[in-house]
């Protein structure tokens, strides 16, 4: 079993900064893509950004060059550094991984419990 633990979420006024952290555990034998989703309620749950293992990244057009996608594949770990927030940037901030298990080498998805990002104006 695999689990995708985010932290980092909270208040922040508009033009601050915020930090996600997802740390993924359990038998685990490689993980390939990594990312970060975001969902309001009633809407669909929409990619933010997403990371390759080679480090290749995509953004949606909505944070680009206000947010980085970066990950330590020595931690299991994925990050969203997000500058500059806006209010429209609240949301729950979901993390997504693609493990492949240590268990029967089976490759399967994940995803994290969420974690509430509020951007007061």
């Known amino acids: 079993q695999v689990q995708l633990v985010e932290s980092g979420g909270g208040l922040v006024q508009a033009g601050g900064s915020l930090r996600l952290s997802c740390a993924a555990s359990?038998?685990?034998?490689?993980?390939?893509?990594m990312g970060w989703y975001r969902q309001a309620p009633g809407n669909q749950r929409e990619l933010v950004a997403v990371?390759?293992?080679?480090?290749?990244?995509n953004y949606a057009d909505s944070v680009k060059g206000r947010f980085t996608i970066s990950r330590d594949d020595a931690k299991n770990t994925v990050y969203l550094q997000m500058n500059s927030l806006k209010p429209e940037d609240t949301d729950v901030y979901y993390c997504?991984?693609?493990?492949?298990?240590?268990?029967?080498?089976?490759?399967?998805?994940?995803w994290g419990q969420g974690t509430q990002v509020t951007v007061s104006s």
């Open positions: 359990g038998s685990i034998f490689s993980i390939n893509a």
């Open positions: 990371i390759t293992t080679g480090g290749n990244t």
């Open positions: 997504n991984a693609d493990v492949r298990s240590g268990y029967d080498f089976q490759w399967r998805n994940y």
